[in-house]
């Protein structure tokens, strides 16, 4: 694997590759590899000739400091993983490479009318550090396609219009969320779950598995009540929301919809975590 802290090398190495034609995918990451950081290489490698992966912890999108300070980092581990996946390129840039003296952060409020809403309501400002961080790794590394994790599902709407508008011919792909065994979904913050968090936290996929499988006219509001319930009568979990939206704009639903997604964010002792599930 060709690891690159600095931009003009990788850049100059990726342009001699699309010389010779070859289709660039590229895996955009915070590091702290798992299952599902891989199951995008995985994608990428079926779909274009070389990945580029990068690793790299964007401080303009953590909207508490200690969050930032306390969010997990292996960088031997994760170079281990990736010449294991056969990942090509890492990009792993310091916050000098990235924002030289400039810490400027673009407004996302153009790329979408939902950005203010769930992870953006609740976390002020986090998508105007993703576009900024994402909008700049796309202007280096230049693309064919792009993998991104439906459990941020709120960020692939983001990005997704991020590229309609700014980058049309880079191809979106967003994969399937992985799951360790009791359904809940992989996050590099899974790591600072004691055990019984551990186990509180497989209640967020049991709370939306009881929306779907109650998703129909008759019995979906009560299934959002109850899966609320579920949620509260934990001591280790904290609810911010659980709401079904249209997956298109994340609009609350008003009436029953077959075509729903439900999304869920909760703090499991002082780890936030979050996850989705597409009810149709
Ligand atoms: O999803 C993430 O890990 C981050 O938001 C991303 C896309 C790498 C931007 O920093």
Redesign the pocket.
Known sequence: MNLYQDIKPLQSHLQAKRRQNLRIGFV???GALHAGHLSLIDAAKEKCDIVACSI?V?PT?FNNLLDLELYPRNIENDIRLLVQSGCYILFHPTIEEMYGSDFHKDSAAVYGPYINLLEGAHRPGHFDG?IT??KRLFEIIEPDEVFFGQK?YQ?CLVIKTLLERNFTNIVFNRCAIKRETDGLAMSSRNVKLNKEERIAASLLIQALNHIKANWNAETWETSIAEAKKMIAHNKHLQLEYLCVTDPDNLTELSAFNMNAIALIAAYCGQTRLIDNLLLN
Do not use: R
């Open positions: 955009p990451t915070m790299f964007n999108q993703v961080i994402v941020d960020q």
